[in-house]
């Protein structure tokens, strides 16, 4: 049945606004652009921080911009009629500077005994991840339950037992989807890698841009805002504490005590702000919501920052570092680098997951000092240097965040994808955890950020409609045992 839009019902109080748009990242911003184009010009953005942009922030560090958040386009296009990546054209568009990565190419190996050459290592679990992809594809149309990504390597008869082969393992999968292999779906990491990177499966390319540009990887977002968004549709420096909803519109309450109503709202708030309740919903969201929000799982990527007085570390872009334990500051990348930042002294660690969770938890110097025992056990030949400059984002205790980005973990079905993204009444949901072909990327966030304003665009033209679908109840399609 029809939503009955009641709001055109007489006597009935006007809402302030035809949309509010809550968050003012990629999705926040597309949708507004969609509005915008569509002639649904009544809409507003409300976003906490003092600019746009979300999780594409940029910091001065050490004389240069560096990025705490996203820095990659990641997937271009294949052939000029090729599906493009929609933030290539973007970057494009608004001339924006990237340098091809060659993140698995110009690779150094290290271990805790300094360097190693243990690339046969290094490029085998390349053919093993090649290989998971395409075991978890072939699982689809067999209609074969999902699985974890460790069970799909075991079975595959990839069992790394070493820290060579432990790291090698984590350059491939952790590094990019800021969780643990054992944390994420065999089947939904596939066809997330493959509908990026793969170009017979419908992807972009495998080619990854690195943005150089010193005004900031957010240029891009914040110069398409520019063509479109008047003053009187942003406000910045707002955040919201509670989102009430209803059959007649949406109702929010800033942290100033101010309010403010639309007939719809999309609210673009991360994943891991929707599962901390950092913003209150009145009244709760109904069980499948709620099921959908706390079954999938926020990951954490963390970039940290060092710079040094002279370059004294690898030629080539990335190193990989093996700890005898999984996942401690493993992957090294080269600002200091002819292709990108040459004569900065920038070097950046990256680390994800439970461990972006723990060096979340400890002070600044004690996470400097492991990172610099971990370079000096790198080149024991030489005494580290003390750094100029260290820095991390905190982006998991961050309550506009709670994490960097979406990962699907084996328990999660498609209903429950559904879910996550349906909207309750009024209230709408896009960002980039509400994709299932592109969750966790920036062109997830825009994909979404289209796709649902273009569905409020049907209700509010029609005044009033059925919504996205969803399910009340998740179930098992063949019920477990013998009940
Ligand atoms: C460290 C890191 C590295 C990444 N690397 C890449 C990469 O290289 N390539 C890539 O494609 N993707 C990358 N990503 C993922 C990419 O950044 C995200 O997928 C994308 O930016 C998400 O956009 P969004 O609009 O869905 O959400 P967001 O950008 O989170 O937008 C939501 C907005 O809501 C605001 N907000 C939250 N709570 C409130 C509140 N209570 N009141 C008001 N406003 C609020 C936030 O400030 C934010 O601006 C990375 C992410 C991180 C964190």
């Given at each position: 049945a029809t939503v009955p839009?009641?709001?055109?019902?007489?006597n009935r109080p006007k809402n302030d606004h035809k949309v509010i748009i809550l968050g003012g990242g990629v999705a926040g911003v597309i949708a507004a652009r969609t509005f915008h184009q569509h002639g649904v010009k009544d809409f507003v953005i409300v976003e906490?921080?003092?600019?746009?942009g979300g999780r594409l922030r940029s910091t001065s560090f050490g004389g240069k911009t560096v990025e705490l958040g996203a820095n990659w386009v990641q997937g271009t296009q294949t052939g000029p009629n090729g599906p493009a990546n929609p933030i290539f054209t973007l970057v494009k568009k608004h001339k924006i500077k990237t340098q091809l990565s060659n993140y698995f190419t110009s690779l150094t190996t290290y271990d805790n005994t300094g360097a190693v050459n243990y690339m046969d290592v290094f490029n085998a679990s390349i053919d093993a991840y090649v290989e998971l992809t395409r075991t978890a594809g072939d699982r689809v149309p067999q209609n074969l339950v999902d699985v974890s990504s460790r069970t799909a390597y075991t079975l595959i008869g990839a069992k790394p037992q070493d820290a060579h082969a432990k790291a090698a393992e984590y350059y491939q999968f952790d590094w990019e989807y800021a969780q643990t292999p054992d944390q994420t779906s065999a089947i939904a990491s596939s066809w997330a890698n493959n509908f990026t990177f793969d170009a017979y499966q419908?992807?972009?390319?495998d080619d990854n841009l690195l943005n150089i540009d010193q005004r900031g990887f957010k240029t891009f977002i914040q110069e398409e805002a520019k063509e479109f968004l008047k003053p009187s549709q942003l406000r910045l420096s707002s955040t919201v504490k509670t989102i009430s909803w209803s059959r007649s519109g949406v109702k929010l309450v800033l942290t100033d005590g101010s309010s403010l109503s639309g007939d719809y709202a999309l609210c673009t708030f991360s994943l891991g702000v929707l599962q901390n309740d950092d913003v209150t919903l009145t009244p709760q969201l109904p069980g499948f919501k709620k099921e959908a929000i706390a079954s999938m799982t926020m990951g954490t990527y963390t970039k940290i920052f060092l710079q040094f007085p002279k370059k004294f570390w690898f030629d080539t872009e990335m190193a990989l570092y093996a700890d005898p334990e999984r996942g401690r500051y493993p992957v090294w990348q080269s600002l200091d680098h002819e292709n990108f930042l040459?004569?900065?002294g920038i070097i950046f660690v990256t680390v994800t997951g439970d461990f972006s969770e723990r060096i979340e938890g400890l002070p600044d110097a004690q996470v400097k000092e492991e990172v610099l025992g971990v370079l000096q056990s790198m080149y024991p030949?030489?005494?580290v240097p003390a750094p100029l400059d260290f820095k991390f984002n905190r982006w998991r205790s961050d309550?506009?965040?709670?994490?960097?980005y979406s990962n699907w973990p084996p328990s999660f079905v498609k209903q429950h994808h559904d879910n996550l993204r349906a909207n309750v009444e009024r209230l709408y949901f896009a960002g980039e955890a509400t994709t299932q072909k592109y969750f966790g990327f920036l062109h997830g966030a825009y994909f979404e950020g289209l796709d649902v304003a273009k569905e409020m665009i049907k209700c509010i033209k029609h005044h009033g409609c059925v919504g996205l679908q969803h399910y009340n109840e998740v179930k098992n399609a063949i019920p477990y045992g013998i009940i």
């Open positions: 839009d009641t709001n055109a019902e007489p906490a921080r003092d600019e746009l419908g992807g972009f390319s040459p004569g900065s030949n030489i005494t309550p506009l965040y709670r994490g960097s």
